[in-house]
């Protein structure tokens, strides 16, 4: 007490803030120990009640992303995405260079997997991997179709 009085509880809350390095709005007081509270008179006082649970630290507020999710999902079903949405070109929201990565790695790792499986010869998934690299295939599978027929062709001589 000082000089005969209480602490108001509002200064122990901004004693508090100081101590935990949040803002005043952050401090929760037990409401059930406010005499605990008002009779602390240093913040050695006020730290004891902090480890005593009288004083906590309220968690950080943050933005819902409720409304996130919802356009999130809208977005899904293909809302939100016309002319009027859309800030880049073609290339830019959809890189063709982004494309091609993907299909190459694709086509390459059949390739692997072909030749792990001994379904093409290491001669084969040279010849092979170089098409893949000229771009010589659509897609997987006329890179498969193509790796059977040279497998057809060396069976049938």
């Known amino acids: 007490m000082i000089g005969g009085h209480l602490m108001s509880a509002k200064t122990v809350r901004r004693m508090a ?4 390095k949040v803002g005043e709005s952050r401090i929760w007081i037990d409401p059930d120990r406010i ?23 309220r968690p950080q507020m943050v933005p819902s992303r409720g409304r ?3 356009r999130k999902a809208e977005r ?25 990565i993907t299909k190459v790695r694709a086509q390459r790792a059949l390739l692997v997997e072909l ?12 010849a092979l991997y170089g098409q893949v690299k000229g771009g010589q295939f659509q897609g997987m599978r006329a890179l498969q179709s193509a790796a059977m027929a040279g497998q057809r062709r060396r069976t049938s001589r």
């Open 17 to 20: 803030a100081a101590i935990l």
């Open 68 to 70: 996130i999710r919802i």
């Open 35 to 57: 005499e605990d509270v008002e009779s602390a008179i240093t913040r050695e006082d006020v730290r004891r009640l902090i480890s005593e649970g009288a004083i906590m630290r």
């Open 76 to 100: 899904r079903m293909g809302r939100h995405r016309a002319q009027g949405s859309r800030k880049g070109t073609g290339e830019s929201r959809h890189p063709s260079k982004r494309e091609w």
């Open 115 to 126: 030749r792990t499986r001994k379904a093409i010869k290491p001669s084969a998934y040279r």
